[in-house]
């Protein structure tokens, strides 16, 4: 062999042993996941990036996939795709490893969960700082705690809003202004006895068959937070008139399957759970957006779209209070005194 071929004998086998490290180091960065990780998270929301909720999801994901340098893959599935849209259906899913991890409202895991119901106590929880109090405090804890035990890991406190009234008939300002009106509501039953004892007429759907049976007539309204509202743009689905009652208010929760969380490290797990609170509060915020700042801007934009928007006088409010009293104290008994007197307490104490 002279010298030249020796060389480019060399050369080529360098050459070869590059190539051979090159792939290796991409098989390597593809296996770099730490044993029994998956590739990809299921994140289950009812709402996408256009509203709030789905927003937290993409807050969570973003922070998530940087802070663990994408260890961890979240894809948030919206519209409860997972339960095919069948809202009431998630918590178990969750339970069962269907879904991984979600961002739920307190009404959709009620059916599961029945000291979620809490929040819907008819108007108990009657603004921004009690709802604050009652998650930020006791409660929220006893709440985590109970998450925990029905087999789900709870991370963290977002917000969907207060959920108003909105309808394509009249304007709503006490409780006989409701009667014989069909209103959507979602699968809970507290939510049919409180729109009984109004003297409407509950019609219980998901979110994804809502909007079309507003637009075809086959229901006159709904209760949603007004992002949703504005989102939706439920103006052009005939909801003409809005009702300021703040009668109720829904939480959000950040929860992950127990299995997936045990699969983690203990420094991913809390990297989870710390993106979960800081997506939480933004989430917070944005859903907040409108609501919170002097005059209530969201209000005039609502109106700007050709809505009534009314706030019903404090005699006239109370008029609701009474009419589902019955009812309060029925899921008071339900969920549990105890829980209910605690909270009833810590929002006595809110200024
Ligand atoms: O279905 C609804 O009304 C929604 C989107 O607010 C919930 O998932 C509770």
Known sequence: MTLITQLRAFALTLCGLGIALGSGAVQAQQQALPPGYKAEYKLSTVLGSAFPWGKGGDIWADLVRERTKGRINIKMYPGTSLVGGDQTREFTAIRQGVIDMAIGSSINWSPQVKEL??????????????????????????????????GVVPLAWGENGFRELSNSKREIKTPADLKGMKIRVVGSPLFIDMFTALGANPVQMSWADTQPALSSGAVDGQ??????????????????????????????????????????TAEDREIV???????????????????????????????????????????????????????YNKWKAQIGAPLVDKAEKTLAAVK
């Open 117 to 150: 119901n809490l929040f819907s106590l008819p108007f108990l929880i009657k603004d921004f700082r009690s709802i604050d109090a009652i998650t930020g405090g006791d409660v929220g804890r006893d709440i985590f705690a109970i998450l925990d035990k029905a």
């Open 273 to 327: 759970r710390k993106a979960a609170v800081d997506a939480g509060k933004q989430e917070i915020a944005i859903a907040r957006t409108g609501l919170v700042e002097p005059g209530k801007p969201l209000l005039k934009t609502i109106e700007g779209l050709g809505v009534t928007v009314s706030t019903p006088s404090a005699a006239d409010r109370e008029e609701f209070v009474k009419a589902t009293r019955a009812v």
């Open 223 to 264: 209760e949603n937070p007004l992002t949703i509202f504005t989102a939706a743009k439920l103006h052009t689905v005939a909801q003409k008139h809005l009702t300021m009652w703040g009668y109720m208010v829904d939480p959000l929760i950040f929860v992950v399957n127990k299995e997936v969380w045990n699969s983690w």
